[in-house]
């Protein structure tokens, strides 16, 4: 089955702020809401069409695709302690997740990150701006996440309805409601795909920020671009085979509405035979 | 697929038929339950075949062979009956239409029906039920029946059409009940895959309850023909309804033990296999399962076991075979004695264990399948 909205990165345990960090550093949890509650501080209206918001919540809070972000205003982002206290904090989020633990380094910022956190020791004028850049870039990636994962438990699944996209008959007729689902699910995840596009595959802003340039360092080390290609041909053989299905089930829909009539008539005919042929037995009965 | 209460209501059904053949064969007496069990088996029958049909498709069984195990399955039980009809009622009763030759015929019909849509079995059983007064009247059905008895020439004629209709189990209205069982199995299939998709627990219980009512509404239905049939005009209470009748099976007959069937079915699924694992944990569900799975079986061996005795007993004295039948012993000694008959057969199957495949099921599977 498809599944939609899954846990995409669990909230890690430990959102303690480390010791030994300057006056100034933050953990900030971040949600990805689609209505944004009046209770709720915005952090960030994504852009059109994704209709979402990063929202600050506790870090306690029960929403799912959380991310934690550690800012850390720094003149020196080569310091060894600091950069040691961001690590070893994203490592713990990394260890927890099992995913790996990622960093780069660009005109006087270092991020560390991984599935759900990210860590920024940069200046204290562009940090917010840093931070803002990388909430949108993760935004775009873990929905990237999702979708493979979603496609990739749908595939056993579809291999099973393949048959059907090319034969439809009586006992599949109860399927159809779930191929009807499962099409809708498809064609949603179609728009999710669409939606992410234009983000993913933007060029690069020029004159460029340090914002936009840790935003685009985020889209290639995480491979955005061609992730998003790959699921583009994924969805195709989903999009294909569930449209065939649509259409098997419709033509024999269609056409089965014809055989129940003849089946009607049929049945009728032969209850006639019956009483004919059974009267002509009684006659030579007793 | 096994379900419990699938278990359970074969359980039942056995066990009041094993009651009421004890009691009218041995003592000629009829137990308040007589007629209850048979419809019950024969709804069985249609339900488990669309299960075992479905467990086949499941498995990649191609429909061609599904079909083929089928017509084996159906021929194997049609030739299990003749053989016991020939072994227990002796060769004179080869042709008197038991349960047995029935379901057999049923589960090639069944074959046919199944890859139709889901109407159409309906409007077949619907026309079976209808149909089976005019069928009964045009072959004078008293004229085939002497005492109470079945009692055909055996002629071409005569033997169709006590298959068709005079018999103890004929095709008509009889089929309606298997047919009605493999409509059920749909329902529940249909349910069970669309219940994945939104909330399994509702979407089963609506279906669930939804048998429930169309049981109770069959029953209701029955009753109210009960009730209205001595007002009616004579032509329509004598030639459509006949009252409350296993022999001929009349219309209010056949609704009210199809609804007892569907309602059970439904009520069961509900509030038994919903909570699998709670049943399973019971001992009574052990008992429900070994008697279900050898229901064929018992079902034989239970006339062997009371009939046979009958039969030698009545030679030895120098007497016709059927002299002792239905006098044998008051009804108090021969309830007991199938009550006996059932914790023995209990005991010996529990020692085979209800997985293993032996009796006249094993033979079937390592025949037909």
Known sequence: MIAKDTLRATLPADVRLPAGLPNGSAIQCIAFVSEKNSGQAVVLELPMPILRYAVSVKPDSNEQNTLQALTIPTNNHQDADLQLAARDWVAAGALENKSPLEMMTLQGSQVFWTVGRVAILAQGDRLEAVRLALIEAFWFESELCDIERTLGDAWPQMEADLPLAFAFNERALRKQPQLKKRFQQVLLIRARLARLGPHVHAPHLHPPTLASQVAERFRERSRMLHRHGFLEDQVDVFEKVYDSCGQRASDFVQSRTGHMLEWIIIILLLTQSLLWGFGLLTSMGK | ?369
């Open chain 2, 1 to 369: 697929m096994r379900y419990s209460s699938i278990d359970i209501l074969r359980t039942i059904a056995i066990v009041v038929m094993v009651l009421v053949h004890f009691a009218e064969n041995l003592s000629g007496v009829h137990l308040p339950i007589t007629g209850l069990g048979a419809p019950l088996f024969a709804y069985l029958s249609g339900l488990s075949y669309c299960l075992w049909v479905n467990g086949l498709e499941l498995r990649g069984i191609s429909e061609e062979e599904i079909s083929k195990r089928s017509i084996r399955r159906g021929l194997f039980v049609f030739g299990v009956g003749f053989a016991f009809n020939i072994l227990v009622w002796l060769p004179e009763g080869t042709f008197n239409w038991d349960v047995l030759t029935f379901i057999g015929s049923a589960l090639l019909l069944l074959n046919g029906l199944r890859r139709l849509p889901l109407p159409i079995p309906i409007l077949v059983g619907a026309i079976s039920i209808l149909i089976s007064p005019l069928l009964q009247g045009m072959a004078d059905y008293p004229a085939y029946w002497v005492d109470d008895y079945f009692d055909p020439d055996l002629t071409l004629p005569d033997v169709l059409i006590g298959f068709l209709a005079t018999g103890y189990f004929p095709l008509f209205p009889w089929l309606a009940y298997s047919i009605a069982g493999l409509v059920t199995g749909e329902v529940l299939l249909a349910a069970a895959l669309n219940s994945n998709i939104e909330d399994k627990t509702h979407s089963n219980s609506a279906s669930n309850w939804r048998l429930v009512f169309v049981g109770g509404a069959f029953m209701t239905t029955s009753g109210v023909l009960l009730s209205i049939g001595p007002y009616m005009p004579t032509s329509l209470s004598q030639r459509l309804l006949g009252g409350w009748n296993m022999f001929p099976a009349t219309i209010e007959y056949v609704l009210a033990t199809l609804g007892m069937a569907v309602f059970l079915f439904g009520l069961g699924h509900q509030l038994i296999d919903q909570k699998l694992e709670m049943v399973q944990q019971k001992g009574w569900f052990d008992i429900a399962k070994t008697f279900s799975r050898y229901s064929f079986t018992i079902y034989v061996l239970h006339h062997l076991i009371h009939i046979w005795p009958l039969w030698i007993f009545a030679l030895a004295q120098g007497q016709e075979t059927t002299y002792y039948w239905g006098k044998a012993m008051p009804v108090i000694v021969a309830v007991p004695l199938a009550i006996l008959f059932l914790i023995c057969c209990y005991i010996l199957l529990r020692k085979i264990g209800p997985d293993r495949r032996l009796g006249i099921e094993g033979w079937m599977r390592w025949l037909c399948d």
